[in-house]
């Protein structure tokens, strides 16, 4: 079992930044696979970007691409989301996810398939309005 705990979400003003935490009940973040995920209310759970287990590639979706990175930080054990220039259609409940098995978390690359995860945090509120 893997537990994760987000953290950093709030309420920021368009074109603002904010960084997401995910911490892993795991102390390794080795052969693990990460991804965030956002749903907005009354909207489909959205994966914006993901980070590999091995070689450790990453993708981050089209819809926040140049406005948002993921990275692992080793010695701290957690996996940041930065979000810039945010966006008020950028408002949604963010989720880290993880899995410790198969090609994602031995691998080079990812997927932002919300069925590739096994385990999933309660998610932290981002809210981006003036």
């Known amino acids: 079992q893997l537990q994760l705990v987000e953290s950093g979400g709030g309420l920021v003003q368009p074109g603002g930044s904010l960084k997401l935490s995910c911490v892993p009940s795991?102390?390794?973040?080795?052969?693990?696979?990460f991804a965030w995920f956002r749903q907005a209310p009354g909207k489909k759970r959205e994966g914006v970007a993901c980070i590999g287990g091995g070689v450790r590639g990453s993708i981050i979706a089209d819809s926040v691409k140049a406005r948002f990175d993921i990275s692992k930080y080793y010695a701290g054990n957690i996996v940041y989301l930065e979000m810039n220039n945010l966006l008020p259609q950028d408002t949604a409940v963010y989720y880290c996810?993880?899995?410790?098995?198969?090609?994602?978390?031995?691998?080079?690359?990812?997927?932002?398939?919300?069925?590739?995860?096994?385990?999933w945090g309660p998610g932290t509120q981002v809210t981006v309005s003036s």
């Open positions: 795991r102390p390794t973040l080795d052969y693990v696979a």
């Open positions: 996810a993880a899995v410790t098995s198969g090609p994602y978390a031995y691998g080079t690359t990812c997927d932002l398939d919300s069925g590739a995860y096994e385990y």
